[in-house]
């Protein structure tokens, strides 16, 4: 029941491991492991397994349910393995990011405030670099100024499980020929966001993100996100036959 799940709340342990996991990852670039959340918390391994749960209900991360350590896979926006986008600050590598709509949001974090953010990412057709440079949320350049995202994944199937496929599927592109030469390549149609558009679907959900350390559990409700998506001016027409 990842979709439409009833509203609830964190609870007071939720909360803290979740800031947790963002100053830890924020600061080093990778996630933390059991260990390191113990004694950042003081909380038991049972503890903070039933945390993790809570969190990934509310899809603020993503963990392997079926591992004993409960390896975390994603802390939105971050991703724990190789991805399609790097985040460099100062020169420095900050880990990978989760998807290239994760990648536009990644600024907005309290320890970015005011730096440049620098999105090292490529073509998912041609591989091609796609760079981008943000700061605060706001777009300060992109190379090649043409670059889209594309989204293969129908909001129907958005977080039926979890949130991999859904992030999987959101891929910049370096203009509309190849994204629909992607699309050959996959066998997989898919809608079009400009940089904008993907910055504004991103930036409600994400704006209180380590800002508020009582910010409500994220959701998935389809009929929502494509009111949201044509409000935007999105075409969703490919996902609506």
């Not at 004694?39 to 809570?54: I, K, N, P, V």
């Not at 970015?112 to 990412?121: L, M, N, P, V």
């Not at 959900?205 to 935007?232: C, N, S, Y």
């Amino acid at each position: 029941m990842a979709q439409n799940v009833p509203d609830f709340r964190f609870s007071e342990d939720a909360i803290k491991v979740r800031q947790f996991l963002y100053e830890f990852w924020c600061a080093r670039g990778y996630p933390p492991n059991l260990r390191d959340a113990a004694e950042a918390t003081g909380f038991t391994r049972r503890r903070l397994m039933q945390a993790y749960r809570e969190l990934d209900l509310g899809i603020m991360i993503v963990i392997d349910q079926e591992a004993e350590n409960v390896n975390i896979l994603k802390c939105m926006p971050f991703s724990a393995y190789p991805s399609q986008a790097r985040l460099i600050i100062d020169g420095r590598f900050n880990g990978y990011l989760g998807c290239a709509m994760e990648s536009v949001a990644a600024s907005k974090m309290p320890p970015f405030s005011g730096k440049a953010c620098h999105i090292e990412a490529y073509c998912a057709c041609c591989l091609a670099p796609v760079r981008l440079v943000m700061t605060d949320g706001a777009l300060i350049s992109a190379d090649p100024p043409s670059a889209l995202v594309h989204v293969s994944l129908s909001p129907w199937y958005w977080n039926t499980t979890n949130v991999m496929q859904m992030c999987d599927s959101m891929n910049y592109v370096i203009d509309r020929s190849h994204a629909a030469r992607f699309e050959h390549q996959t066998g997989r149609r898919g809608a079009i966001f400009t940089l904008q558009q993907a910055i504004a679907f991103v930036s409600r959900g994400v704006a209180t993100r380590m800002w508020d350390p009582h910010r409500a559990p994220d959701f998935i409700r389809p009929q929502e996100l494509f009111d949201g998506l044509k409000a935007l001016g999105v075409d969703t027409s490919v996902w609506e036959h």
